[in-house]
């Protein structure tokens, strides 16, 4: 089993900077090289929408085109953490965030297994 948790949500006005926060264990996690790492979203009546993957292993990161240039994704092998960092936020990133693992290298939220409980962000305008 994987656990999953969100932290760094919270209230931002638009422009400003905002850094999510997942932290993972588990006994399965400990071969955490297997796994890819993502961040999804979603806002009230709006469909789970990808964000963001990074593979543990490898680094290699999978960015919604949309969020280019504004958000990044990250990790720390050490502590077993995921970041996403959120700069220049907009109204329309308001929404719950949501980390999830997978063995598989994806975008589509169907082919992940493992789910946080999810932090809201809400940017003001």
């Known amino acids: 089993q994987v656990q999953l948790a969100e932290s760094g949500g919270g209230l931002v006005q638009a422009g400003g900077s905002l850094r999510l926060a997942c932290a993972a264990a588990?006994?399965?996690?400990?071969?955490?090289?297997?796994?890819?790492m993502a961040w999804f979203r979603q806002a009230p009546g709006k469909e789970r929408e990808f964000v963001a993957a990074?593979?543990?292993?490898?680094?290699?990161?999978d960015l919604e085109d949309s969020m280019k240039g504004r958000f990044t994704i990250s990790r720390d092998n050490a502590k077993n953490i995921v970041y996403l960092q959120m700069n220049s936020v907009k109204p329309e990133d308001t929404a719950v965030y949501y980390c999830?693992?997978?063995?598989?290298?994806?975008?589509?939220?169907?082919?992940?297994?493992?789910w946080g409980q999810g932090t809201q962000v809400t940017v003001s305008s």
């Open positions: 999830a693992a997978s063995t598989y290298r994806s975008t589509i939220y169907r082919n992940y297994d493992y």
């Open positions: 588990g006994r399965t996690f400990n071969n955490y090289g297997m796994w890819t």
């Open positions: 990074i593979s543990w292993r490898t680094g290699m990161t």
